[in-house]
């Protein structure tokens, strides 16, 4: 903490956890709290997201600083290459010593993409890009993906079909607030971001969600179709639109191509045919149509609700193909985005992390992307590695012909948070090397060979950008505990063992100005982003291609970035999830978020107050009628990939056929091992949230 006059000066900054980036303020605990807690956390009244709210996980987020867990020192394991063996403390020079030769032995064993790197959407925008740099330059290899795949890649590649770009929010999001109506499909942001409700109108917001969430509760109008069906649904409200003369024939015309390809997908999705595959009457669905069209601006916005099914990517097409038929995109206080959930779920797929991408949201099979980034790089752009599996992909293959030997992850808890995640644990005992960098160890942690105590987001500088496309400053107002190091770190001592640290540097400043230039003339231009304009205005919406230019808040107010200028229709079919309900699995497992916990819950977890009703599976009272299941006794759920106990919660805001679990939990109560890798064919996001699941009790309370 700096100080003016021997009085230390608060430091702005943002909440390590989600994708709302609420802004906070940091200052010296008082005495009465410094042993527990460093720093006094406060909420800024002035940033326009929070405006001065942030949820239980936000006030409580300075214990993370002072946990008695926090890793301190590198962790290697006593009989090298045994994982059975505990792990032991060692010095930096002995871990990165370890790793760095291993990797040069299996790479020389095995080829350069023996190795595979696995990031996290938690990573500041300079870390994300560095560790695509690392694997691409350091250790050349393909084989690199991040959990954003599990999280944003469906509703980024319908964006990136529609549109031409992906950014969540197309616009900023206090123009909730302006819209005659919002349509959430798939969010529960009550639970999950409570500060962006204060946006919402509940006299102007429908909700679409199996469950009757918190959101839902509070909204003008709930629909609960069943999951997995949310894309009949919008092809169900779009046939209605046009057979009742409700779409915007001129917008259509002037703005967007691909309408009557659409329509004619659309004609067979009759109401009542819609209703038998969705659930939601007939009437409710003209009801929402009406509303919608009537509205003088309006709002789609769809989440992983609606985005993690194997048919994800076709799903968010289903919603903008019905945004764009009622003219909304572009239009002031209207149009469709996505919330996005991770911290930094938004810069993390901009930067490189992603199989397929480098920085400046450009396409690795791109030449020319390749002669722009390997310039600013200064290697040949022949040197560039070619696109790589996808995340899940990645992960399955270990242990078979072509797989990776040795993975390095930043940033992800990837046994509790990958789907059939018994399987993933499987594979990941298969390596030959396994290195985790975390603040914490985590469940993944716990497996490696070389766990690398980090620096976690009070004792680093960077940046973030949120939900809304808004780069954001994090700030350094604490020294790392221990022999904790930032990543950025890591990877360039990392680098320089294995011969190429000359094209990397510790220092957050210097690879950011290196990501501008990376990113210059891509779709996410931070070009014109500098610190200081961070600073100065509350940060700056990308693309910003140079320092004169005023980021861009709204996108599509003079047409899309497509080569003719529209946005594209796209036509899509209802497909029913890879598995659905029979007679041994007959009921729908979906899975969510809790108010009280964040992601994998390997920081939440630890934090009392957090506590929260725990690992709980949320059951109608038929259904736990049926299975002969009370309040609070456990239950065991079954899947065709594995099972898991929880408590039971039985209400009735839950569809009678539908069974939730949180996903925040590990050991016995991991949501994840049930859950089915069914991917998307464009975005290779997992089935995570719909398959067929048995109940059973398991015993009293
Ligand atoms: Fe943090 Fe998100 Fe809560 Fe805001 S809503 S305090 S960013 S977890």
Request: proline content about 7%; overall charge neutral; charged content about 20%.
């Amino acid at each position: 903490l700096q100080s003016m006059g021997g009085v230390p000066v608060a430091v702005p900054t943002h909440c390590p956890y989600c994708s709302l980036q609420c802004g906070i303020e940091l200052s010296p605990a008082s005495d009465q709290d410094r042993g527990r807690i460093p720093l006094r956390l406060a909420s800024q009244t002035d940033f326009p997201t929070n405006r001065g709210g942030l949820c239980a996980k936000g006030w409580t987020a300075a214990e993370l600083l002072a946990d008695p867990e926090r890793l301190l020192t590198p962790l290697v394991r006593s009989e090298a290459g045994n994982r059975r063996s505990p792990l032991r403390p060692a010095t930096w020079e002995e871990a990165l010593g370890y790793v760095a030769d291993r990797i040069l032995t299996l790479q020389a064993e095995s080829g350069r993409d023996s190795i595979g790197c696995f990031g996290g959407g938690g990573l500041t925008n300079e870390k994300a890009y560095a560790f695509g740099k690392f694997a691409r330059v350091a250790l050349r290899t393909s084989a690199i993906d991040y959990n954003g795949r599990f999280c944003m890649s469906s509703a980024a590649s319908a964006g990136n079909k529609a549109f031409g770009i992906d950014r969540g929010l197309p616009f900023p999001l206090t123009d909730l607030a302006g819209a005659d109506l919002v349509v959430l499909v798939g969010s529960n942001p009550a639970d999950t971001m409570p500060p962006a409700m204060q946006h919402l109108d509940p006299a102007k917001f429908v909700v679409i969600d199996p469950r009757r969430t918190a959101t839902a509760a509070n909204a003008a109008l709930h629909l609960a179709p069943r999951p997995g069906t949310d894309l009949a649904l919008a092809n169900g409200l779009l046939h209605l639109a046009i057979r009742e003369d409700l779409v915007d024939l001129e917008y259509i015309r002037t703005r967007t191509s691909g309408f009557e390809a659409v329509r004619a997908r659309v004609a067979s999705a009759w109401p009542d045919r819609v209703e038998s595959i969705t659930g939601v009457a007939t009437a409710d669905l003209r009801s929402l149509i009406h509303q919608l069209a009537r509205a003088g601006s309006a709002i789609v916005l769809t989440a992983r609700g609606a985005e993690q099914h194997r048919n994800g990517t076709d799903t968010a097409q289903a919603w903008i193909n019905l945004a764009l038929a009622l003219g909304l995109p572009g239009r002031p206080f209207s149009g469709y985005g996505t919330i996005t959930g991770q911290g930094n779920g938004q810069g993390g797929r901009e930067h490189g992390q992603k199989a397929d991408q480098l920085p400046g949201y450009r396409r690795l099979d791109d030449p020319a992307a390749r002669a722009h980034v390997a310039g600013v790089w200064g290697i040949d752009p022949d040197e560039l590695p070619q696109p790589g599996l996808s995340a899940f992909e990645m992960l399955d293959r270990i242990g078979r012909p072509g797989g990776v030997r040795a993975l390095l992850v930043l940033a992800s808890n990837i046994v509790v948070s990958a789907p059939d995640a018994n399987r993933i644990a499987d594979r990941l005992a298969a390596l030959d090397l396994l290195v985790v960098s975390d603040i914490f160890l985590s469940e993944t942690a716990a497996l490696a060979d070389v766990v690398l105590p980090t620096t976690q987001w009070a004792e680093e500088e960077g940046t973030m950008t949120n939900l809304e496309g808004r780069v954001l400053r994090r700030r350094q107002a604490i020294e790392p505990p221990g022999q904790a190091r930032s990543d950025l770190r890591i990877l360039a001592d990392l680098a320089t063992a294995l011969g190429r640290g000359r094209y990397f540097s510790a220092d957050p400043r210097t690879m950011y100005d290196e990501l501008r230039r990376a990113s210059a003339g891509g779709i996410a231009d931070y070009a014109g982003i500098t610190w200081e304009r961070i600073e100065a205005e509350q940060g700056v919406f990308w693309p910003c291609p140079t320092l004169a230019h005023p980021g861009t808040p709204r996108l599509f107010t003079d047409g899309f970035p497509t080569p003719d200028g529209r946005a594209r229709f796209i036509p899509v079919d209802h497909r029913p999830p890879a598995e659905n309900p029979d007679r041994d699995f007959p009921y729908v497992l979906t899975t969510g978020r809790t108010s009280t916990q964040y992601q994998s819950g390997s920081q939440t977890r630890r934090i009392g107050a957090l506590d929260g009703a725990g690992p709980v599976a949320q059951l109608h009272r038929d259904l736990a009628r049926s299975n002969g299941i009370a309040q609070d006794d456990m239950v065991r759920l079954r899947t065709r990939r594995g099972s898991a106990t929880f408590r039971a919660v039985l209400d009735d805001s839950i569809r009678p056929d539908t069974v939730f679990v949180p996903f925040h939990y590990g050991g016995a109560s991991t949501a994840n091992a049930l859950t089915d890798p069914a991917l998307d064919p464009s975005s290779r996001m997992p089935a995570f949230k719909a398959c067929a699941v048995a109940v059973e009790r398991a015993g009293g309370p």
